[in-house]
């Protein structure tokens, strides 16, 4: 086992990723089109999943209209459930 050291390791630059601004909020976009295929396209991986929004920056709103978005997209074909 470990011995009991609890320094917290004060390093002087901490890892603060830089505030990641949504780009649909950005856009001022109302709303996201599940049509708008090239565009829901970089919010999901090679393997065909949305990514998290720590990835994607998005807000909690618009990371939600985007996954009904990719969801309606896959179910009409456009975008694959899963890559291979
Ligand atoms: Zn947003």
Redesign the pocket.
């Known amino acids: 086992m470990a011995s009991t050291s609890k320094k917290r390791s004060n390093a002087k630059k901490e890892r603060r990723p830089k505030r990641k601004v949504?780009?649909?909020?950005?856009d001022k976009q109302p709303d996201i089109n599940y049509k708008d295929v090239a565009r829901l396209r970089k919010y999901i991986s090679e393997r065909g999943k949305i990514l998290p929004r720590r990835i994607s920056g998005?807000?909690?709103?618009?990371?939600r209209g985007l996954t009904v978005a990719v969801k309606r997209a896959r179910v009409i074909a456009f975008l694959p459930f899963v890559a291979e």
């Open positions: 949504c780009n649909f909020c950005a998005n807000c909690a709103s618009h990371q």
